[in-house]
């Protein structure tokens, strides 16, 4: 199965075509008669993208789409309606819906938009999630490298220049693309997202600036695009290096003077628009190669932001997995779970060729297999392997040279809180560390007392 979809609508035959369509086109389909039954079934479940009528009984499309922003907000929120309830959608859009879809509906833009959805789900946004560790909009980190990045993402926040963030996969470039958004002076106004890689070439021009109608098949009506109902905020191309080349030229003119066309149209529109691009590419050497225009990238590459990937991090591996763990807790609803002591040792000898994201999904597996209540490192590392395809955990010469280190941490924190007086607090601030953190080091090490 592609993934889940949560069709809502009160309209029997109606529903029945839309499981139709997406059930052909591979997508697990599930349906919801109102919105309260929706809200009642997402309550239970996950789904990667909800479909939903505006106009239904007991709780219609926008006041689900609400709920949804308050308890789902990484679900995809796609719209249904007719042309009288258009600007409707297109509120809710501004609001962080991700699309809508106008009655009657081509069956070929449902699936394009739909499957927009279900891959920009891949992403999640949870920044609400709880976690015994600090985090700052979603994100954990105390290292030295971690920390330069959040004092550049507080730069770029304060200024009105495009933002270009890169980094490998899964260090998450959404994530910052969201804090540059929520402490700017544009945090009010709407954030829109969109994957450049998840659009037909084709297609790119029509969902970035609009379309009129009788533009191309399936143009029933006119509709606008991202920039335009971006105005006055913030719009996270994800993936810029995917760009159709021929399609380079007009997003230049955005960012240069704010002006576009509809396709098919001839009326100049205006957006004032920040831009905030990321890319896994090097994009100056897509330029030297001729795949990406000169002009174009250094008008997005106003300021750049690199996140460094996890393996030059390590210090952030431990108060992630913390985060990522009580996280996972809540989600499957499992009782206390804690990682045994040296299980986060062999955390740290991992490259993480996946980054955070990889790290994410190794400890909600964990969570998911593990039959105690502490996690073991066999259970943390199931899956995992070096670029070598070395198993972990360690040799037996590796484990012991950090066994010796752990001994070492033992006996400095010992010395520590004995010439605090036996108070934590205190033995924390002796050496420099939060008491979130020795604590922490105090149980993962087996420190008595």
């Known amino acids: ?49 909800l479909v939903t009528d505006i106009r239904m009984p007991k709780m219609d499309g926008l006041a689900l789409f609400r709920h949804c922003r308050e308890r789902h907000v990484e679900l995809p929120v796609i719209l249904v309606t007719a042309y009288g309830r258009i600007e409707d959608a297109v509120e809710a859009m501004r609001a962080g819906a991700f699309d809508y879809i106008l009655k009657p509906f081509d069956e070929a833009e449902l699936l394009r938009v739909v499957g927009n959805a279900v ?26 490298a971690w920390n330069e990045v959040r004092k550049v993402i507080e ?31 544009r945090r009010d106004a709407p954030f829109l997202k969109i994957n450049g890689a998840a659009i037909p070439p084709s297609l790119w021009e029509a969902e970035m600036f609009g379309y009129e109608r009788g533009a191309f098949t399936g143009a029933v009506q006119s509709k606008p695009g991202r920039f335009e109902l971006a105005d006055r905020g913030t719009f996270f191309l994800d993936e810029v290096g995917e760009v159709p080349y021929a399609a380079q030229a007009k997003l230049l003119r955005v960012l240069e003077d704010g ?8 009326k100049t529109f205006t957006a004032d628009v920040r831009l905030i691009c990321a890319s896994n590419r090097d994009l100056k050497r897509e330029t030297d190669r001729g795949r990406f225009r000169e002009d174009l990238y250094y008008r997005v ?53 996946g980054n955070i994201r990889e790290l994410e999904n190794a400890v909600a597996r ?40 752990r001994e070492h941490k033992r006996a400095v924190l010992r010395r520590a809180i004995a010439k605090a007086g036996g108070n934590k607090t205190r033995a924390a601030e002796i050496l420099g560390l939060s008491p979130t953190y020795l604590f922490r080091l105090i149980r993962v090490l087996g420190i008595e007392g």
Not at 11 to 39: F, I, K, P
Not at 136 to 144: D, I, Q
Not at 162 to 180: C, F, N, P, Y
Not at 370 to 394: K, V
């Open 301 to 353: 590459n106003g300021i750049p932001v690199h996140l460094p990937p996890l393996r030059e991090r390590r210090e952030d591996i431990a108060p992630l997995s913390e985060f990522f763990l009580a996280r996972a807790r809540r989600d499957l609803g499992t009782g206390r779970k804690t990682i045994a002591p040296g299980a986060l040792e062999a955390l740290e000898r991992y490259p993480w060729p």
């Open 366 to 405: 964990a969570v998911a297999l593990s039959e105690g209540e502490e996690i073991t490192s066999a259970e943390l590392c199931f899956g995992l392997s070096d670029p070598e395809g070395q198993a972990l955990p360690a040799t037996p010469e590796e484990e012991r040279f950090h066994e010796s280190v």
């Open 1 to 49: 199965m592609k993934g889940t979809i949560l069709v809502a609508e009160d309209d029997r035959n109606l529903r029945r075509v839309l499981r139709a369509m997406l059930t052909r086109e591979g997508y697990e389909v599930s349906e919801a008669t109102d919105g309260a039954s929706a809200a009642e079934w997402l309550a239970a479940r996950k789904a990667d993208a």
């Open 259 to 266: 002006e576009f066309e509809r396709v098919g149209g001839v």
């Open 119 to 144: 891959a920009s789900s891949a992403v999640s946004d949870r920044e609400g999630a709880s976690a015994p560790v600090e985090e700052w909009f979603g994100m954990v980190g105390r290292s030295p």
């Open 155 to 185: 730069k770029a926040a304060a200024s009105p220049f495009s933002v270009l963030i890169t980094g490998e996969t899964g260090t998450g470039k959404e994530l910052v693309a969201r804090a540059i958004h929520r402490i700017s002076s």
